[in-house]
């Protein structure tokens, strides 16, 4: 794997694919064992969750629903600032087990957010599966299921993760080279 430039910043490579496949695998066979005959229903975040979530999906092997929504942010009426709310969500929730599917928990912030909008549909039980997480950024208090990768405070880009709108398709993950950038 080579460096890449981006726009203007410089990438080293970061997870090659073969490890990001290795551990989907890992986390598809923990899915299929804890939710076995629960019949679960994936909720993948768009936009940067798409590419992890088709791997993911296609290695699980019990009965399973998936459905793609957007997030998006409105002022509040709370203190609590912005709320946030799902675009495309048009499945009933009520009793349903419900995986939440992220590219990255970064602070936390998208998903504290998000949560009591999901909870307000009552479903049986909520979990996180996000490919990534930054231990160090966290903010708020989320704390996912099943990680992917815990990885350092950094930008990265690849496999779904975007910068500026570019770098989606890249199989491999690369992080920010500060020394090059
Ligand atoms: P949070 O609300 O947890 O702070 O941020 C989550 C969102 O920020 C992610 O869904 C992603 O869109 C974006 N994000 C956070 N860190 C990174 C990163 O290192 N690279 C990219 N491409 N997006 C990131
Ligand atoms: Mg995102």
Do not use: C
């Not at 890992?26 to 899915?31: C, D, G, N, R, T």
């Not at 993760?161 to 690369?174: Q, S, T, V």
Request: net charge negative.
């Amino acid at each position: 794997m080579k460096n890449i430039t981006v726009h203007d910043k410089a990438f080293k490579p970061y997870l090659q694919k073969e490890a990001i496949q290795a551990r989907i695998l890992e986390l598809a066979a923990e899915i299929d064992k804890d939710y076995q005959d629960k019949q679960p229903l994936f909720l993948a975040i768009l936009n940067g969750s798409f590419i992890f979530a088709a791997d993911l999906f296609k290695h699980i092997t019990i009965e399973a629903e998936i459905s793609f929504i957007k997030l998006a942010s409105y002022k509040g009426t709370s203190s609590s600032g912005n709320v946030i709310t799902a675009i495309g969500l048009e499945e009933n929730l009520r009793d349903r087990h419900i995986i939440l599917l992220e590219d990255i928990i970064d602070t936390g912030k998208t998903l504290h957010s998000f949560l009591p909008e999901l909870i307000q549909r009552q479903p049986a039980s909520i979990k996180i599966a996000t490919f990534l997480t930054k231990p160090e950024a966290l903010q708020y208090p989320i704390t996912a299921d099943y990680v992917g990768f815990n990885i350092p405070d950094k930008f990265v880009l690849g496999y779904g993760l975007d910068y500026d709108g570019l770098g989606r398709n890249l199989p491999e993950l690369f992080i920010l080279d500060e020394v090059a950038s």
